[in-house]
């Protein structure tokens, strides 16, 4: 597809439950970020990954969240034992520069709204 | 005190006018500035980049940049009703991978 692609969509979980939220970047983008929106605020920086490297984990919450990009494209981020502050919209956003190279073009996926329950 | 500093609003300006958004950020090494805009429910998207000290002017669009003030502002010309959205301000971390962004400021035009 021509954009950044998240599922799902939507995703009801127990407390407890482990999730694990999909992103297909746009083809050929370098950089991959993850952030969490909470109601009402601004995106909160989780993570970055520079084709299958994983440069940047700082704002990972707790030890419950992991993200992966294997083969440099697609990625996954994983919540273990989900808690109910956990509820957020995760957006996945992609550019074709690394964050240095003084561009802000991020494409965002439409992210996928986390309820738990 | 956080990175990106916006005042949340809301804001509500009438058709026609020009609507007046503010952003202060922490860390002096910044050097790229921008504007999203989002929709409720939907995902930002890009609608200004500034890099330079000065103003940048995009349609009805115009970004404005202090460096020495640590000030970032984005003006709507002749705002229309479809202009109803957030503004996020994000700022690079130069020391880092990543963008820092505001709370966002809610606008609303009024019909």
């Known amino acids: 597809g021509a954009g950044v692609s998240q599922s799902p969509r939507y995703k009801v979980a127990k407390r407890g439950q482990d999730v694990a939220l999909r992103c297909d970047p746009i083809s050929g983008h370098v950089s991959l970020f993850w952030y969490q929106q909470a109601l009402g605020q601004g995106p909160e920086f989780l993570t970055y990954?520079?084709?299958?490297?994983?440069?940047?984990k700082s704002g990972l919450p707790s030890d419950r969240f992991f993200a992966e990009r294997p083969e440099g494209s697609v990625s996954t981020l994983k919540i273990q034992r989900t808690q109910q502050e956990d509820s957020a919209v995760y957006l996945c956003?992609?550019?074709?520069?690394?964050?240095?190279?003084?561009?802000?073009?991020?494409?965002f996926g439409e992210g996928s709204r986390l309820t738990v329950l | 005190q956080k990175e990106v500093e916006q005042n949340s609003g809301p804001l509500s300006v009438p058709e026609g006018a020009i609507a007046s958004l503010n952003c202060t950020y922490s860390?002096?090494?910044?050097?790229?500035f921008f504007w999203y805009r989002q929709y409720s429910g939907k995902s930002p998207e890009l609608i200004m980049s500034?890099?330079?000290?000065g103003d940048k002017e995009d349609g009805r669009f115009t970004a404005q940049l202090n460096k020495a003030s640590q000030y970032v502002s984005l003006l709507i010309r002749d705002s229309q009703p479809s202009d109803s959205a957030t503004y996020l301000c994000?700022?690079?971390?130069?020391?880092?991978?990543?963008?820092?962004f505001g709370t966002g400021t809610s606008l609303t035009v009024i019909p």
């Open positions: 990954f520079q084709n299958e490297a994983q440069l940047d």
């Open positions: 860390d002096r090494g910044s050097q790229s």
């Open positions: 500034i890099y330079s000290n």
């Open positions: 994000a700022v690079n971390a130069p020391t880092g991978n990543q963008f820092y």
């Open positions: 956003a992609s550019s074709p520069f690394a964050p240095r190279e003084n561009t802000g073009e991020l494409f």
